[in-house]
């Protein structure tokens, strides 16, 4: 509109001297008519478990122990911005729940008042604004699914831990709950899931029953390439998923341990001594004795064959190395000083110097000197 040549706001008067004037309206007028945003009618909710004080928005959960004002705001912002709020134009959202400085003060509320402050404009002739409007939501307290399904000892997968031997030694135990545990703590990060239901003593092992498959598997594959283990899974139906239709499938996963431990000394079909030396990305490591050669041994061919422990690392004598000779070495057998010879053809080794403390193991009146740390094995003849 135009009056003596300026334009001018139909709706206050105020002209483009006062303000700026814009399709025959003033930038008061503008904010007025037109909202930066517009929030929905529907009651705002989000759910708080009386639990594990998990808050869930929608679809979502986020976790309040590290700094719930953060989390909380994040957690609306969400919420909000998955269709509740409906923008005219390219603005900035902010949103900034009212809240109480401490946690429990939270917990007590049943609802909290939230501040959503939008900045931008209507229109690209306006300079950007501030626009503020103030909502209540709703807190409702509930027991989440995890919560539940933990306290109905529920699972999804059991992992059986069993030896080949007798039974599982405390010390194998606590490696393998150790493990077991360190895997879970990085896990719940991303799976909620990954939780134990509950751990059963068993005929030469135990159980531990998980609420998540992936947890199960991850867990069952790392210790196979940590301790050695076999390892063999089986499905079982275990109902419907109710609000999916699927079929829910129980995964068992048995875990044995080998009859040998790392060093042991074994055979395989009753051949020649080897050393296990360790567990490498599913594999054994050895060496065998008469020839030193260094192999590897798929752990899931392994028990295909007949494996005997021929000397435990346990049973190792302590040496000490008198002198050497071109092609022998005398020992003193620290046990009973009884001097003892062997023959080798493999001295190529500088590290058996004389005075040196070694380990060795007697085997059908052959001595064979035992890779540890700090010597390298060599072969008596
Ligand atoms: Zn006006
Ligand atoms: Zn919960």
Same mark, same amino acid.
């Given at each position: 509109m135009e009056r003596k040549g300026k334009k001018f706001c139909i709706l206050c008067g105020k002209t483009e001297i006062e303000k700026i004037i814009v399709d025959g309206f003033c930038e008061d007028c503008i904010k007025k008519e037109r909202k930066l945003f517009e929030i929905s009618t529907e009651p705002f909710s989000i759910k708080v478990c009386l639990n594990c004080n998990e808050i869930f928005s929608e679809k979502k959960y986020y976790n309040l122990e590290k700094n719930f004002h953060k989390t909380i705001r994040e957690a609306l912002s969400d919420y909000f911005s998955s269709g509740k709020i409906k923008t005219n134009s390219d603005i900035n959202l902010d949103i900034q729940p009212l !809240? #109480?400085? @401490?946690? +429990?003060?939270? !917990? =007590?509320? $049943?609802?909290? #008042?939230?501040?959503?402050?939008?900045?931008? $404009?209507? +229109? #690209?002739?306006? #300079?950007?604004?501030? *626009? *503020?409007? =103030?909502?209540e939501v709703k807190i409702e307290r509930i027991i989440c699914f995890r919560c539940d399904k933990i306290k109905r000892r529920y699972y999804k997968a059991i992992l059986q831990f069993r030896t080949k031997k007798t039974n599982i030694t405390p010390e194998e135990q606590n490696e393998i709950i150790e493990t077991v545990c360190q895997i879970l703590q990085k896990q719940i990060k991303i799976d909620r899931m990954a939780y134990i239901s509950k751990i059963e003593k068993n005929k030469g092992g135990f159980d531990i029953y998980l609420g998540s498959t992936s947890a199960a598997n991850l867990i069952a594959s790392t210790l196979r390439d940590q301790m050695g283990f076999s390892m063999k899974k089986s499905y079982k139906k275990s109902?419907? %998923? /109710?609000?999916?239709?699927?079929t829910v499938y129980q995964t068992t996963i048995s875990l044995r341990l080998p009859i040998f431990k790392i060093g042991d000394i074994i055979s395989i079909e009753k051949q020649d001594p080897i050393q296990i030396t360790g567990v490498e990305r599913g594999k054994f490591l050895g060496i065998k004795l008469d020839n030193l050669e260094h192999i590897s041994i798929p752990?899931?061919? !392994?028990?295909?064959?007949?494996?005997?422990?021929?000397? *435990? /690392?346990?049973?190792? /004598? %302590?040496?000490?190395?008198?002198? $050497?000779?071109? @092609?022998?070495?005398?020992l003193l057998d620290m046990e009973n000083f009884e001097v003892k010879e062997i023959y080798t053809k493999q001295l190529s080794t500088d590290t058996l110097k004389e005075g040196l403390q070694v380990k060795g193991v007697e085997i059908k009146n052959n001595i064979y000197l035992i890779q540890t740390n700090d010597s390298e094995g060599v072969q008596s003849k």
């Open positions: !809240l #109480p400085t @401490n946690f +429990d003060d939270f !917990l =007590e509320k $049943r609802k909290i #008042p939230v501040k959503i402050r939008g900045f931008g $404009r209507v +229109d #690209p002739r306006l #300079p950007s604004y501030f *626009e *503020e409007q =103030e909502v109902g419907v %998923d /109710k609000s999916s239709g699927k752990i899931k061919e !392994l028990w295909n064959f007949q494996i005997d422990v021929i000397a *435990e /690392k346990s049973s190792f /004598k %302590d040496f000490m190395i008198l002198s $050497r000779t071109y @092609n022998s070495i005398q």
